[in-house]
């Protein structure tokens, strides 16, 4: 992951229950690279929210009134970057 940024935001205090939730998410987009191609530099970001913020999100950008386990929203459509550009993955909502 050389000159990626990965942004984690914990906003839901029960997220910690989890061991290091930072270092467990860096894993496995660690893994998730070998088994998919990414860009040689991306930049993601991955909040941690609570089921209420997650149905208002859905509601809102999905016109479905109840929590999910996990929304994206894209931000890459693979179109050409400047030179040293890291491509921008997204944002993933959990």
Same mark, same amino acid.
């Given at each position: 992951?050389?000159?990626? @940024? ?6 839901? &205090? ?12 860096? /894993?496995?987009?660690?893994?998730? @690279? ?5 860009? &040689? ?13 997650? @149905? +208002? ?6 016109? /479905?009134?109840? *929590? ?5 929203? #894209?931000?890459?459509?693979?179109? +050409?970057?400047? *030179?040293? @550009? *890291?491509? #921008? ?6």
């Amino acid at each position: 992951m050389p000159g990626s @940024q990965i942004d984690i935001c914990i906003r839901d &205090e029960n997220w910690r229950q989890i061991p290091g939730p930072e270092r467990f998410i860096r /894993k496995i987009i660690t893994a998730a @690279q070998g088994l998919c191609e990414t860009p &040689e530099a991306f930049e993601m970001s991955i909040v941690l929210d609570s089921d209420l913020a997650v @149905q +208002a999100l859905n509601r809102d950008f999905r016109g /479905k009134d109840a *929590p999910t386990n996990v929304l994206s929203f #894209p931000g890459y459509d693979g179109a +050409a970057l400047l *030179p040293g @550009q *890291p491509a #921008p993955l997204g944002d993933i909502i959990l």
